[in-house]
């Protein structure tokens, strides 16, 4: 669409965004636990949000994700939506690493830098490791796929000889890489992802996929809520 064409439904969709919703339009998001704590419940229109009863939020901690994110900004997250295979290409994705975790792996990362290449590289590649999301933990990125056809032969032991596999026929199967790719990532981040021929219990990655983003609150927002919320309490309180 023309630049002005956007302009114009972006205005239209802000100002159909600021208007309080009618009552029984609205859902309560509760935060997620394992990385929020126990905070305040949310008040999300309900057309917004596809799956309310999966939907969480978490707030973010650093400013390392602006322009677009900054600490104190809100993030709605959908929780079924977890399965790289399923979601659409491009869809914004929330991730979290443990950082202490991150931060043994990049400076066990380091040192095999420093020990397997010339000095000169040294550095360039210093910069490249330096991760933010390694101390931050979450951080939020656009999914990326390379999905590509592979043949798989499976073996199957027999009674007589169960040493002795025999080959069933082959069979064509999806094999697929899937990153995520934002502004703030040095490098394209790769999303942990079974493959239809690997066991349930094969781990790809340290990476938890918190789900997709489906909503987000800006802090000076939230901190109007806040106020707003703080004040309707204040005034109830008086009138009893």
């Known amino acids: 669409m023309e630049?002005?064409?956007?302009?114009?439904?972006?205005?239209?969709?802000?100002?159909?965004?600021?208007?309080p919703p009618k009552?029984?339009?609205?859902?309560?998001?509760?935060?997620?636990?394992?990385?929020?704590?126990?905070?305040?419940?949310?008040?999300?229109?309900?057309?917004?949000i596809p799956n309310p009863i999966a939907t969480k939020y978490v707030t973010v901690r650093g400013n390392f994700m602006q322009p677009i994110y900054k600490a104190g900004?809100?993030?709605v997250i959908d929780e079924s939506q977890k399965d790289p295979w399923k979601l659409e290409e491009g869809a914004c994705v929330a991730v979290y690493t443990?950082?202490?975790?991150?931060?043994?792996?990049?400076?066990?990362?380091?040192?095999?830098?420093?020990?397997?290449?010339?000095?000169?590289?040294v550095a360039e590649r210093r910069r490249m490791m330096n991760y933010p999301w390694g101390q931050i933990g979450l951080y939020v990125g656009w999914l990326r796929k390379e999905i590509k056809p592979t043949t798989v032969v499976r073996g199957v032991a027999s009674e007589s000889?169960?040493?002795?596999?025999?080959?069933?026929?082959?069979?064509?199967?999806?094999?697929?890489?899937?990153?995520?790719?934002?502004?703030w990532l040095p490098v394209n981040k790769m999303l942990p992802a079974r493959q239809p021929h690997h066991p349930a219990e094969v781990i790809i990655s340290d990476?938890?996929?918190?789900?997709?983003?489906?909503?987000?609150?800006?802090?000076?927002?939230?901190?109007?809520?806040?106020?707003?919320?703080?004040?309707?309490?204040?005034?109830?309180?008086?009138?009893?």
Not at 3 to 19: D, M, N, R, V, W
Not at 105 to 119: F, L, N
Not at 161 to 175: A, F, I, K, R, S
Not at 210 to 220: D, K, Y
């Open 98 to 121: 443990d950082p202490q975790y991150a931060a043994q792996q990049h400076w066990e990362a380091r040192k095999r830098i420093e020990k397997e290449h010339p000095p000169e590289d």
């Open 73 to 75: 900004d809100i993030l």
């Open 23 to 48: 009552p029984g339009e609205v859902v309560t998001i509760k935060p997620m636990r394992t990385l929020e704590g126990s905070g305040h419940d949310l008040q999300i229109t309900k057309q917004r």
């Open 161 to 183: 000889l169960p040493g002795l596999l025999t080959p069933e026929q082959p069979q064509v199967v999806n094999h697929g890489w899937f990153f995520l790719e934002a502004p």
């Open 3 to 19: 630049p002005e064409t956007i302009e114009f439904l972006a205005a239209g969709f802000q100002k159909q965004s600021s208007e």
């Open 207 to 240: 990476l938890v996929v918190l789900g997709r983003v489906v909503g987000w609150l800006a802090a000076a927002d939230s901190n109007e809520r806040g106020q707003e919320e703080a004040k309707v309490r204040r005034t109830k309180k008086a009138r009893k």
